[in-house]
């Protein structure tokens, strides 16, 4: 599977600075934002849509429907990770969401709040 960030070799990092008292504080004023879309449930990327392909800037941007169902393993796994050391975080799935700059511009606000609101 194509893992470029969540591969098991970073996953292994991540999980051994959380252990270690001296990394784990860097974390502990900071807020983690994730989220994953992909199939799920009974919801399903489709392969094509038209509506997505088309920008202002490209004529063309198929989104990879298959990126985020095969990330999915890995990145529910960082966030079990990010919970069991119960770091600050928000994650939302998004059923049948694709992995492109459209799809991210729905959500947007949604990291933007939680990482930017006020204590």
């Known amino acids: 599977a194509f893992r470029p960030f969540f591969s098991p070799s970073t996953i292994g990092r991540v999980k051994d600075a959380l252990n270690n008292p001296e990394h784990r504080q860097k974390l502990a004023n900071k807020r983690i934002y994730m989220d994953i879309g992909g199939d799920m449930q009974e919801t399903t990327v489709p392969i094509f849509d038209i509506f997505d392909h088309i920008t202002e800037k490209h004529a063309w941007n198929p989104g990879y429907f298959w990126l985020d169902t095969s990330l999915q393993a890995a990145v529910v796994e960082m966030r079990d990770l990010f919970r069991a050391h119960s770091c600050d975080m928000l994650y939302h ?5 694709r992995h492109n700059e459209m799809a991210w511009s729905k959500r947007i606000h949604l990291p933007v709040e ?6």
């Open 93 to 97: 799935e998004i059923p049948g969401g």
């Open 114 to 119: 939680y990482l930017l609101k006020a204590d």
